[in-house]
Nanobody, 125 residues
Framework: QVQLVESGGGLVQAGGSLRLSCAASGPTFDKYAIGWFRQAPGKEREFVAAIRWNGDETYYADSVKGRFTISRDDAKSTVYLQMNSVKPEDTAVYYC??????????????????WGQGTQVTVSS
């Protein structure tokens, strides 16, 4: 079973950048699709970005498209979320999640079976 641990969160000013990491342990990580989700206080968890097992396809929420980039380094068993031009509305706890990649439901949080513990991102105005 793959386990996921997020890191890289913190406090950043609006317009700045931050890179989140999702480190995985387990022998089948390279067959997993990985998604990033976020949850702001009082709001439901929402999809941010996802990447297929081979890195050939990526998906983004409209709210982050053009600002965030998801990538993976299977040699390091790590998926990254590069966050540029951040806005106060990006403030949330960010979670990475994994699923055996069947090419379905990559934007649907209920399709993911493994979750990290989350990392807080706070964007000041």
């Amino acid at each position: 079973q793959v386990q996921l641990v997020e890191s890289g969160g913190g406090l950043v000013q609006a317009g700045g950048s931050l890179r989140l990491s999702c480190a995985a342990s387990g022998p089948t990580f390279d067959k997993y699709a990985i998604g990033w989700f976020r949850q702001a206080p009082g709001k439901e968890r929402e999809f941010v970005a996802a990447i297929r097992w081979n890195g050939d396809e990526t998906y983004y929420a409209d709210s982050v498209k053009g600002r965030f980039t998801i990538s993976r380094d299977d040699a390091k068993s790590t998926v990254y979320l590069q966050m540029n031009s951040v806005k106060p509305e990006d403030t949330a706890v960010y979670y990475c999640a994994g699923q055996w990649d069947l090419g379905l439901g990559l934007t649907n949080m209920h399709a993911y079976v493994v979750w990290g513990q989350g990392t807080q991102v706070t964007v000041s105005s």
